[in-house]
Each structure stands twice: as structure tokens, then as C-alpha cells.
């Protein structure tokens, strides 16, 4: 695969092809601006009031029961900041034979402060409009302080906008986001 260290630029030659994906994602912008569509998401556009709410529930980072065979869940309790992630079995056969019994859970861990903060900003960090001190503090149970000071050093080095209360990423921000949400992985300067 071809390294993207730097900025893309339209029509630029990486390894050998025209780099024209620039280009094509901003006809496609255009192309659903002009039919009515914003984009309120990375991957996702829609016309005012048509957001997806199922999605919305998972990059504000609510809760969702997983049901059947395979399914993954997370469940909070925000007041005393304690996330449960879990997983079902996976084989059909077998979440029916343990249905209603315990081990039709596979898998459950429950977060530390640190990987709450991660998994929030990886996913509300792909809403355009990104989050606000009072959903971070609704669906963590942490302290805004927390994180206070990372919003305010990646504001200042041009990956978010954050007035204070809100914060988004940045035009920067959004074109190069693995690259910002990894600054909230757990460990990271």
C-alpha cells in the first residue's frame, strides 16, 4: 500500500498512480450538497432531520444490548463511570443451548477511566459537530477536566476546535482522524 505522511494534494503521483481520491471526494460532497445531503458523520450524510438515530446512539456513545448469537452490548453506569462491554456466544447452537443461563455471555470486561475516554472521543469524534462538556460528562460519569487539557494542547496544534464547552475535530482533524483519536489511546502524550 502507499504511505500517506503528508498532505494529499489533487492529481499529486504516489507510488507510481494519480492520487485523484481528493478529487473525488469532494465532487461527491458536492454532488449530495447539492441533492439536499449534509454530512454529519464521517461516513454518513443525510437530509435535515433523516439522521440515522441508531448510529447517533453509538457515536454519542450510548448503550445497546446486544441479542442473539454473536452479539456484542454496552451497558453504563454513568453516575459511578463503570462500562460493561460483553459479547454472546457466537455459535448459534451453542447461545441456544445457554440461553437464559449465564454463558450465553463469551466474553465481558468493564473499562478503565482510560479506555472510556478513547472509546467517547473515537466515537463521538466522527460527528461533524463532535461533543460537548455535558454529553462527555453524561455518558462517561468522568470529569471534564479529564480531558480538558488534551482538547486544549490538539487545539492549539490545529487538530480540534474547541471553545470551552464544545469541541470537533478540525478540518485537519477530520481528514487525518486515526491520527487524532489516537492521541486519547490510553498512554499516549
Request: aromatic residues 10%.
Amino acid at each position: 500500500g502507499v504511505g500517506f505522511e503528508g498532505e494529499l494534494v489533487p492529481g499529486e503521483v504516489l507510488g507510481g498512480q494519480v492520487n485523484g481520491r481528493l478529487q473525488v471526494a469532494q465532487a461527491g460532497r458536492s454532488v449530495l450538497a447539492g441533492a439536499g445531503y449534509g454530512q454529519y458523520e464521517v461516513s454518513a450524510y443525510a437530509r435535515e432531520g433523516r439522521r440515522c438515530r441508531h448510529n447517533l446512539n453509538y457515536w454519542t456513545f450510548g448503550d445497546y444490548v446486544g441479542i442473539g448469537a454473536g452479539a456484542h452490548g454496552k451497558i453504563t453506569d454513568a453516575p459511578g463511570g463503570r462500562i460493561r462491554r460483553y459479547h454472546k456466544q457466537r455459535s448459534p447452537q451453542v447461545y441456544l443451548r445457554t440461553a437464559g443461563t449465564p454463558e450465553r455471555i463469551r466474553g465481558e470486561r468493564r473499562l478503565d477511566a482510560d479506555e472510556v475516554v478513547f472509546e467517547f472521543m473515537i466515537n463521538v469524534l466522527r460527528l461533524a459537530e463532535g461533543g460537548d462538556r455535558a454529553l462527555f460528562g453524561a455518558r462517561t460519569g468522568l470529569s471534564f477536566d479529564r480531558v480538558r487539557p488534551r482538547l486544549e494542547v490538539l487545539t492549539q496544534n490545529g487538530w480540534l476546535v474547541f471553545d470551552g464547552d464544545r469541541f470537533r475535530a478540525s478540518e485537519r482533524g477530520a481528514r487525518y482522524l486515526d491520527d487524532l483519536v489516537a492521541r486519547f489511546l490510553p498512554g499516549a502524550p
